[in-house]
């Protein structure tokens, strides 16, 4: 292993709070020209990271070489899938090291669990390649900032996994905020739903063959393997994931910020709790935070994890302004009078293609990316202010300049996290 990428690059404390982060996109090094073919690896190989995986094969000039997962049946089946769509498998591996440690790949994608994405997406820019990363980009504020800098130190293109900033009939809608639609536009409502079951009590259990769990938490401090963490209920306790609000807030939070044209709140609240089951979850099941921007301009986002509306019951996201209202729902929008009648539908479809396709041809030099790593942190950073809020019970006041937490010293001590011995990230 190239000792450039080995746990020591992690050594040292993160790079102080507060240094400027370059606005914009940084000129990203030269990548693959338009005629060559990008090398794609996968780190992380959940449902998501498989999804990505065949995604990314499907691409003209892409070939996934690894696919990589710290379960080593997770990697082998997500090698499957590869194969299915391309007649080739790509190598299974479940150290992300060893295909960081290859000069060939140019990208990686990552879509491991929360706390290894912006460690992940950092390790991957100083190796030389670009990276497209789930959201959210990082799991505490602090280390999307370390993010933004890593892109624009090693003048690398990071995409965060935000789909609806390259469908059209969105970035459609969007602009009709933007441009008036519905006269200036002042507030911004958004939702979740779902219907998700109780995780139980769980119990100190052996690992399961096949799992190396200890990189699995990687730069997370170190507990006891319990029968309730994994694959999918780590989402649910702090020292690895970051709630619904981070789950799925994020899609519709970028949405709002991006419709009022804004970037960081001054003012943050959060009401709710865990209230549907009694059982180890440690984030809200029930969650409404509310976000002023200055400038009269406010976002809400309203999370029911356990709790499903009857069909139709709101939008995704809901504009208002000064003559109307215009909501997102899916891939489409409809515009609404001030009396609440429908004057305009426009429909759409989703999907990762678009967005995947936006990112291969900024690597390749050939545009902008539509979810570049500053807009990704800013967006991610509304989801880890409303937690913060949450867990320390008080409303926050924020810089309008960087969005840090402002004259509360235990507020501001959540915006970086504890880290295992040897793998604190720095750029």
């Known amino acids: 292993m190239a000792e450039g990428i080995d746990r020591r690059h992690f050594l040292g404390a993160a790079v102080a709070a507060g240094v400027a982060l ?28 498989t999804g990505l995986a065949t995604a990314f094969q499907r691409q003209p000039g892409v070939e996934v070489a690894y696919v ?70 990082s799991h505490n504020p602090r280390e999307g900032e370390l993010m933004v800098q890593a892109a624009r130190k090693h003048r690398k293109q990071i995409q965060m996994g935000v789909q609806r900033r390259s469908w059209p009939t969105i970035v459609e809608g969007i602009e009709q905020v933007r441009k008036g639609a519905i006269g200036r536009a002042y507030l911004a409502q958004s939702w979740y739903q779902n219907n998700r079951p109780s995780i139980g009590r769980g119990k100190e259990a052996p690992v399961p063959k096949g799992l190396d769990y200890d ?8 507990r006891p393997f319990r029968s309730n963490y994994l694959h999918y209920n780590w989402h649910w306790f702090w020292n690895w994931g970051n709630g619904e609000l981070g789950n799925n807030g994020v899609h519709m ?32 099941d029930t969650h409404v935070v509310a976000f002023d921007f200055g400038g009269d ?50 429909g759409g479809s ?21 979810a570049e790593i500053e807009e990704g942190h800013k967006s991610t950073l509304l989801c880890h202010l409303g937690n913060i809020a949450h867990r320390t019970g008080r409303a926050l ?28 990230p720095r750029v």
């Open 68 to 137: 990589c997962d710290v379960d080593q049946g997770r990697a082998g089946r997500a090698a499957d899938a590869v194969n299915k769509v391309s007649g080739r498998s790509p190598r299974a591996v479940t150290d992300f090291r060893r295909m960081l440690d290859d000069r060939a790949v140019n990208v990686v994608a990552i879509a491991t669990c929360n706390h290894w994405h912006a460690p992940g997406a950092i390790l991957a820019c100083a190796a030389g390649k670009h990276v497209y990363v789930e959201k959210p980009c």
């Open 397 to 424: 006041r924020c810089d309008a300049k960087n969005g840090h937490i402002l004259r509360d010293k235990e507020a501001m001590g959540l915006w970086t996290r504890e880290y295992a011995k040897g793998w604190e």
């Open 253 to 284: 939070l970028d949405l709002c910020r991006w419709g009022l044209g804004v970037d960081y709140p001054v003012h943050v609240t959060s009401a709710g709790g865990h209230y549907r089951y009694r059982d180890d979850q440690e984030t809200p």
């Open 297 to 346: 301009k406010t976002a809400t986002w309203e999370g029911l994890s356990c709790n499903r509306l009857p069909a139709g019951g709101t939008a995704d996201v809901l504009f208002h302004g000064e003559n109307g209202s215009l909501a997102i729902r899916g891939g489409g929008y409809v515009i609404y009078d001030p009396a609440g009648k429908e004057i305009r539908r426009v």
């Open 350 to 370: 989703g999907g990762d293609e678009v967005h995947l396709r936006n990112f291969l041809d900024a690597v390749r030099g050939g545009g902008r990316l539509n």
């Open 215 to 222: 990189l699995w938490q990687g730069p997370a401090p170190r």
């Open 22 to 49: 370059e606005a914009g996109q940084a000129q990203a090094a030269p990548g693959p020209g338009a005629n060559e073919k990008i090398i794609v690896a996968v780190m992380g190989t959940g449902g998501r990271g």
